[in-house]
Structures are given as structure tokens and as C-alpha cells.
């Protein structure tokens, strides 16, 4: 009885792992998609962001603006379209 504790035991460590391993490990940074991999370039800065948008890049924007703060789509997006209301 007791090899069938040690048996369930190993294979909840096993399973465990694998599980990590295969999530990543769970090393994503906060507000990045998962499986996205970390970005080795330096965010825009905030006269960066404020030249796409009065450019007309609204995408462009967003997705510097995410990767400066690292906020999700949606905070992005609606700080961007502030940004393009306060500029008229």
C-alpha cells in the first residue's frame, strides 16, 4: 500500500513539471501575451508615442504605448485615444 503513495506521488511531481515546462514556466512579464517572447528593444518614449499619433499611426501608438508601460490592449488603447482627443 504504501509503493502506491510513492507511485501517485512521483507521477503528481511529474505531471506538475511537465505542466510548467510546458506554460513556460511562467516567466512571462505582466501585460504580455503568453508565448510572446520579452522584446530586446528599448520601449518608445513617451515623444515617440506622441509623434505616431499626431502622425496619424494609431496602431503604431498603441502597441508603443503597451510596450513602454506594459498595460494590456484596452488601457492602451484608451490612452492613446485620450491622447488623440486632448491633440483635437
Known amino acids: 500500500?504504501?509503493?502506491s503513495w510513492w507511485l501517485l506521488g512521483i507521477v503528481f511531481v511529474v505531471g506538475f513539471v511537465l505542466g510548467r515546462v510546458s506554460r513556460g514556466?511562467?516567466?512571462r512579464y505582466?501585460?504580455?501575451?503568453p508565448g510572446a517572447q520579452a522584446?530586446?528593444?528599448q520601449p518608445a518614449s513617451d515623444a515617440e508615442i506622441d509623434a505616431l499619433v499626431a502622425g496619424g499611426q494609431t496602431i503604431e501608438a498603441i502597441k508603443a504605448y503597451r510596450e513602454r508601460y506594459g498595460v494590456g490592449l484596452k488601457e492602451a488603447k484608451d490612452a492613446i485615444d485620450a491622447l488623440r482627443a486632448?491633440?483635437?
Not at 30 to 33: I, P
Open 1 to 3: 500500500m504504501e509503493a
Open 25 to 27: 514556466g511562467g516567466d
Open 30 to 33: 505582466v501585460g504580455q501575451a
Open 39 to 41: 522584446s530586446r528593444v
Open 86 to 88: 486632448r491633440r483635437g
